[in-house]
């Protein structure tokens, strides 16, 4: 897929025209309302996803998809289907990338991962009120499509804009531009909302002969 074709579909979520600045003022505070709304009842996500990186500078573009579960208190499992067999899973406590093509599963305390942007407006873990200001939001059938910014901009993401299920209560879609100047784009689709998964959906137990590189807490 070409770069201007990620872009575009990435781009047409925003095709409307811009609301005059007194509409956009009263979009925006109902938008974020139901975006807090929705965070505070968020129980749990199993969705498809679909991740594409367009990196500009490097000439570079990136696909990853896959199955993914997401459930209150920052439990995460990511099951890659390209590539194959990688896996991310995160218990609230501990984070496991596992690279079966390296052999490799990288471990970190969750106190000292930065848990991507993406990952936390997926994931209900955002506070609205605090993180972010909206800059223009409009109504798209179900979703409402949001242009937002960050209050604190020292992380250097750029043109954040976020597609919001009403319906579902949850976050649909993602797109930004990091640090770098690379277009992210995370869109999920056939989502399910409100599901109960065990414990164990989102423990990680290291193959035999796999390298592990950092340590549990």
């Given at each position: 897929?070409?770069?201007?074709?990620?872009?575009?579909?990435?781009?047409?979520?925003?095709?409307?025209?811009?609301?005059?600045?007194?509409?956009?003022?009263?979009?925006?505070?109902?938008?974020?309302?139901?975006?807090?709304?929705?965070?505070?009842?968020?129980?749990?996500?199993?969705?498809?996803?679909?991740?594409?990186?367009?990196?500009?500078?490097?000439?570079?573009?990136e696909l990853?998809?896959?199955?993914?579960?997401?459930?209150?208190?920052?439990?995460?499992?990511?099951?890659?289907?390209?590539?194959?067999?990688?896996?991310?899973?995160?218990?609230?406590?501990?984070?496991?990338?596992?690279?079966?093509?390296?052999?490799?599963?990288?471990?970190?305390?969750?106190?000292?991962?930065?848990?991507?942007?993406?990952?936390?407006?997926?994931?209900?873990?955002?506070?609205?009120?605090?993180?972010?200001?909206?800059?223009?939001?409009?109504?798209?059938?179900?979703?409402?499509?949001?242009?937002?910014?960050?209050?604190?901009?020292?992380?250097?993401?750029?043109?954040?804009?976020?597609?919001?299920?009403?319906?579902?209560?949850?976050?649909?879609?993602?797109?930004?531009?990091?640090?770098?100047?690379?277009?992210?784009?995370?869109?999920?689709?056939?989502?399910?909302?409100g599901g109960?998964?065990?414990d164990s959906?989102?423990?990680?137990?290291?193959?035999?002969?796999?390298?592990?590189?950092?340590?549990?807490?």
């Amino acid at each position: 897929m070409k770069t201007a074709a990620l872009w575009s579909a990435a781009a047409a979520w925003f095709l409307a025209a811009p609301a005059p600045p007194a509409q956009d003022d009263v979009r925006c505070a109902q938008a974020l309302r139901e975006l807090g709304e929705g965070y505070r009842n968020f129980r749990s996500i199993r969705a498809r996803f679909r991740h594409t990186l367009v990196a500009p500078a490097l000439k570079q573009e990136e696909l990853e998809e896959g199955s993914l579960v997401l459930a209150r208190g920052g439990k995460m499992r990511w099951e890659y289907t390209r590539p194959a067999g990688k896996l991310a899973v995160t218990d609230g406590r501990t984070s496991y990338l596992y690279l079966p093509g390296e052999r490799q599963v990288y471990v970190q305390p969750m106190d000292q991962w930065e848990n991507p942007l993406a990952m936390r407006l997926l994931s209900g873990q955002v506070q609205p009120d605090r993180e972010v200001r909206c800059v223009s939001a409009a109504k798209d059938g179900d979703r409402t499509l949001m242009r937002l910014e960050l209050v604190e901009q020292d992380s250097g993401i750029r043109e954040l804009e976020v597609a919001f299920s009403a319906a579902q209560g949850v976050v649909t879609a993602v797109r930004f531009r990091d640090p770098l100047g690379n277009s992210v784009t995370f869109e999920l689709s056939q989502v399910e909302t409100g599901g109960e998964f065990p414990d164990s959906l989102f423990t990680f137990q290291v193959p035999q002969g796999v390298q592990v590189l950092g340590s549990a807490p």
